[in-house]
């Protein structure tokens, strides 16, 4: 499958909305990213978050199925190591401050497998941060209502209130949460109005409304 390059593809992030998505995640992730050695970067994909971050992480691991995604990241930054397999899949030798899974829980089947092994790669004071889709928000509800005829899509998908008995199963918790992606708009939009919506989710603070923001940056760590 051709691989899409998140920098060029204006359907994905080369696009206002785009934009917006990457500054609030990343931000979000980069919170835990002071004074760390290592982070594993999980469906990390051409490094969208891992070359950044390799500004002030000196070793940093990219995990994705996608041998195209990762050829594309080698030559982007040829000291960050690569892996190219399935998560579940890899035996690893070492734990991790800091892992991330942005945009790609839903691609995992069984949770309570994913979540396990994401503790025991952990470090005793690490945390894991991955986004989140809000399947109680009023967008997902939406979505849900305008596409009910349509066959459902092969994403795992469970409520916030899952979400907890789930981690709670694995030994973790959550450690901090934020909510985001409130504007109005599609994904694949470049309209000027996004600054327009940033503003007002900034300014009354909707990140803070946490059981009606469509998603959520979810940061956990070891109960």
Not at 44 to 65: K, M, N
Not at 151 to 172: D, F
Request: hydrophobic content about 40%; glycine content about 4%.
């Amino acid at each position: 499958m051709k691989y899409v390059w998140d920098l060029t593809n204006k359907k994905t992030y080369n696009n206002r909305v785009g934009h917006y998505k990457f500054k609030q995640q990343f931000r979000f992730v980069a919170r835990y990213a002071d004074n760390i050695k290592s982070y594993l970067d999980i469906a990390g994909g051409s490094g969208r978050f891992a070359i950044p971050l390799h500004q002030q992480i000196p070793e940093i691991t990219v995990l994705d199925i996608n041998e195209e995604a990762l050829s594309i990241l080698k030559e982007r930054d040829r000291f960050i190591e690569i892996i190219c397999d399935d998560f579940m899949n890899v035996p690893f030798s070492q734990t991790y401050p800091l892992i991330i899974c942005i945009e790609a829980l839903f691609y995992f089947q069984n949770w309570d497998i994913f979540f396990s092994k994401i503790n025991s790669l952990l470090s005793d004071k690490g945390r894991f941060v991955f986004s989140f889709t809000n399947t109680g928000s009023w967008r997902y509800i939406l979505r849900r209502f305008r596409h009910r005829n349509r066959e459902p899509l092969a994403y795992t998908e469970k409520s916030l209130k899952e979400l907890k008995v789930i981690l709670s199963s694995c030994g973790l918790e959550i450690d901090c949460v934020e909510g985001m992606n409130w504007m109005p708009l599609p994904l694949s939009s470049n309209s000027i109005f996004v600054y327009v919506f940033e503003f007002i989710e900034k300014h009354l603070k909707l990140n803070r409304w946490i059981s009606q923001s469509p998603w959520l940056m979810i940061s956990v760590k070891k109960k």
